[in-house]
């Protein structure tokens, strides 16, 4: 096995954009994903960035990705991660890449000291929410 999980460069504008293209289809959002390369290179490797992105490559070839910022609770007086997209390319689902690149979230909670680590799911997407259960994220209906 040989998977790397590294943070994104702005080199990888064009992937991300792939990343998240394939997302929309397979969430049937497609419509609604408007981003650029632009966007991604203002907004990811600007002057102040406030969203960030892992890459995960398996065998040196990319395969998936997690776009993240950071949150705040009043009530914790503390930061979280908010996970804004993850995605794996089907032909490296089953591989651990998943997983991987929630656990390397959840480490940079766990070492920031931060409160929080959430995200949304479809409701209706099966196999996204039997994979967040199996890696012990609970469901909240509020």
Same mark, same amino acid.
């Given at each position: 096995?040989?998977?790397?999980?590294?943070?994104?460069?702005?080199?990888?504008?064009?992937?991300?954009?792939?990343?998240?293209?394939?997302?929309?289809?397979?969430?049937?959002?497609?419509?609604?994903?408007?981003?650029?390369?632009?966007?991604?290179?203002?907004?990811?490797?600007?002057?102040?960035?406030?969203?960030?992105?892992?890459?995960?490559?398996?065998? @040196? &070839?990319?395969?998936?990705?997690? #776009?993240?910022?950071?949150?705040?609770?009043?009530?914790? $007086? =503390?930061? /979280?991660? %908010?996970?804004?997209?993850?995605?794996?390319?089907?032909?490296?689902?089953?591989?651990?890449? @998943? &997983?991987?690149?929630?656990?390397? #979230?959840?480490?940079?909670?766990?070492?920031?000291?931060? $409160? =929080?680590? /959430?995200? %949304?799911?479809?409701?209706?997407?099966?196999?996204?929410?039997?994979?967040?259960?199996?890696? @012990?994220?609970?469901?909240?209906?509020?």
């Amino acid at each position: 096995m040989s998977l790397v999980i590294r943070s994104a460069a702005p080199d990888d504008a064009a992937l991300i954009i792939r990343f998240i293209a394939a997302l929309a289809e397979y969430e049937k959002l497609s419509h609604e994903a408007k981003a650029s390369e632009a966007d991604i290179l203002r907004d990811l490797f600007g002057a102040n960035p406030k969203v960030f992105c892992e890459i995960a490559e398996w065998q @040196g &070839k990319p395969v998936g990705f997690s #776009l993240w910022f950071y949150t705040y609770s009043t009530f914790q $007086g =503390r930061h /979280g991660i %908010w996970l804004e997209d993850l995605f794996v390319d089907p032909e490296a689902r089953g591989l651990g890449v @998943g &997983k991987a690149l929630l656990v390397n #979230l959840a480490q940079r909670c766990v070492w920031e000291g931060l $409160g =929080r680590f /959430g995200w %949304w799911g479809l409701d209706w997407n099966e196999p996204s929410i039997a994979f967040y259960k199996s890696q @012990g994220g609970v469901m909240q209906d509020e």
